[in-house]
């Protein structure tokens, strides 16, 4: 028998159901993404097709993140529109970790800031570079994407990157981009841009508190290395 709905299904089969009475963390993986999209295809229920997404990706929601719209669009029952859907819920998932309370916290060591800024940039295929705000306290303002690159570099205006600071009148920054090649290590031109953006933190009265590197599992900070 052929399912292409939910309502079709068996009653304890309905993934909405299941959640209802049973609660979210009750449900797989894919029982999840079969309630974003909806329905499958002719041949195939939600769920099974949820299957075959994750299956596609080892099973590993990490690498689902890392699909774009387009890739997505590649599994037969799912068009732009259950794509986009997809994509918006992981994309929630990820700012979820680090609103609230989790703002307010004093940061004193470049795990706390990674654990803040970490979300934002996992998953991520080309290099993005963002700047952390901090108050005389180290307490967090705000984060701040200063500009999307390509693959392997981005081009930072120090102009942008000190403007944002004081226009929240921060006290002290810290500089973030991502490595979606997951080598941690700087390169020669991340070394020039943390000395020159040191330099003229000096003179604004500034203080570079560090500058993270971050791959989808780990970071580098030049602070802890002794390069700031």
Request: proline residues 2%.
């Amino acid at each position: 028998m052929i399912h292409s709905t939910l309502k079709s299904w068996a009653e304890d089969d309905r993934p909405r159901e299941k959640m209802l009475f049973k609660g979210e963390r009750a449900l797989s993986n894919a029982e999840l993404i079969a309630i974003l999209i909806g329905s499958g295809s002719a041949k195939e229920t939600a769920v099974e097709l949820s299957k075959r997404i994750l299956m596609a990706c080892e099973n590993d929601l990490s690498k689902l993140g890392r699909m774009t719209i387009l890739d997505l669009e590649r599994f037969k029952g799912i068009g732009q529109a259950k794509a986009i859907i997809i994509k918006a819920a992981l994309e929630l998932g990820k700012r979820r970790q680090h609103t609230g309370t989790e703002k307010k916290k004093s940061v004193k060591s470049s795990k706390d800031a990674y654990q803040l800024i970490a979300p934002m940039l996992q998953d991520k295929r080309i290099e993005e570079f963002w700047i952390m705000l901090f108050n005389r306290r180290n307490v967090l303002i705000d984060m701040q994407l200063v500009s999307i690159g390509g693959v392997s570099s981005t081009v930072v205006d120090a102009k942008i990157v000190f403007k944002k600071a004081l226009d929240h009148l921060a006290s002290g920054i810290i500089l973030v981009h991502n490595h979606p090649s997951g080598n941690k290590s700087p390169g020669q031109s991340d070394i020039v841009l943390t000395k020159k953006l040191n330099d003229a933190a000096s003179y604004l009265d500034i203080d570079l508190l560090d500058h993270l590197i971050l791959t989808d599992h780990d970071y580098f900070s030049f602070r802890d290395e002794g390069m700031l």
